[in-house]
């Protein structure tokens, strides 16, 4: 089940820039979920809300993921949580990917989604 979150009230800054999700083969990932078929890309984020921070990497499938720097504000579109149990344990994790992730000018605020 993907869960779409709120991230009204969350601000994020990116504290990782994107990177290529490669499979174990080093293949580049394709986005299959999705059926769009493009590149996935991956970013850490650093989500701010009034109960602390917590660090996230956040999936993008796209040809051209966009420029940002370590610090910037970000703004996410469509954010989901995809819960997901390791092979071999009964560790649940969570994957979290975006359909969009949008960089805010440097030096500004991401300001406050319209509740997506």
């Given at each position: 089940m993907d869960l779409v979150?709120?991230?009204?009230?969350?601000t994020f800054q990116v504290g990782r820039g994107f990177e290529a999700r490669l499979d174990r083969d080093g293949?580049?990932?394709r986005d299959k979920q999705g059926g769009t078929s493009l590149p996935l890309y991956?970013?850490?984020?650093?989500a701010?809300?009034?109960g602390g921070a917590e660090t996230i990497l956040v999936t993008v499938a796209t040809d051209n993921?966009?420029?940002?720097?370590?610090?910037?504000?970000?703004?996410?579109?469509?954010?989901?949580?995809m819960?997901?149990?390791?092979?071999?344990?009964n560790a649940v994790k969570v994957a979290y990917r975006a359909a969009a992730?949008?960089?805010?000018?440097?030096?500004?605020?991401?300001?406050?989604?319209?509740?997506?």
């Open positions: 979150i709120d991230t009204s009230g969350i293949v580049h990932r991956a970013v850490q984020l650093i701010f809300d009034e993921p966009p420029k940002v720097s370590q610090g910037q504000s970000v703004r996410l579109e469509r954010l989901q949580a819960p997901w149990v390791q092979n071999g344990t992730v949008v960089p805010m000018p440097v030096g500004k605020p991401a300001p406050a989604p319209s509740g997506s």
